[in-house]
């Protein structure tokens, strides 16, 4: 398999990122509507059309950076991960709003379990196509390794119980009232707290999990 070229490695990655945030988001918004909260459907977020879900700096900055710096300095490629825009959810508006505000959150990381799965299934075509069809074969298994990856890991840190984080509002969801309310008055430090994780090495706290996800479903699939 020979080494891609910078266009060549955005081509095969930038498909399965913007699929991973984009169906991440859509999910949030269906099951909001499901819930009783029309507010994503009025503001046309249930769109599958990745335009409506874009935001420049989460969507297209940080991963093309991500991409393209390493390949320039020679590093080896880390962590590709980017955001879209939220999906909007009145949490009023939601028939049993404290279960209701868990079960969308938990709708974006289950997602991305599922297009992960999905993803799985394309790179075992890729790695049957390769020997005979190598034009395809061969960018299908990347891509689809590359989605197996990008998914795990969004849903795994989106778990994590940190707000703005998903993981923050299913944890909000099933504790008790007085630490629910707790865990919600915590959101405008959350992305602070988040910030300086990260900066301490909250990836390396969290690749066990995601390589040990990621393993599993490459077995079920491929071997």
């Known amino acids: ?40 459907k009025s503001q046309g977020r249930l769109s599958l059309n990745p335009l409506r879900h874009i935001d420049p700096i989460g969507t297209v900055l940080v991963p093309g950076l991500l991409v393209v710096v390493p390949m ?41 379990l599922i297009m992960a799965i999905g993803w799985a299934l394309a790179m075992t075509i890729g790695f049957h196509m390769q020997t005979v069809l190598p034009s395809l074969g061969e960018p299908l298994l990347l891509m689809g390794g590359a989605g197996i990856s990008v998914n795990v890991m969004l849903g795994v840190l989106n778990l994590v119980p940190i707000p703005p984080l998903d993981g923050s509002r299913v944890l909000a969801g099933v504790l008790p009232d007085r630490a629910s309310e707790a865990m919600v008055r915590m959101e405008p430090y959350g992305l602070i707290i988040l ?29």
């Open 1 to 40: 398999m020979q080494e891609l070229t910078t266009i060549q490695l955005l081509i095969v990655l930038g498909p399965p990122l913007l699929l991973a945030i984009t169906l991440h988001e859509v999910a949030h918004g269906w099951i909001a509507l499901r819930c009783g909260d029309t507010t994503a």
């Open 72 to 112: 320039l300095l020679g590093w080896p490629m880390g962590i590709l991960f980017g955001w879209a825009k939220p999906v909007p959810v009145n949490y009023h508006r939601l028939r049993q709003p404290k279960r209701d505000m868990a079960l969308v959150a938990l709708a974006g990381p289950s997602a991305n």
């Open 195 to 223: 910030v300086v994780l990260l900066s301490l090495g909250l990836f390396n706290v969290l690749m066990p999990l995601v390589n040990g996800i990621r393993h599993f479903i490459l077995t079920l699939f491929l071997f």
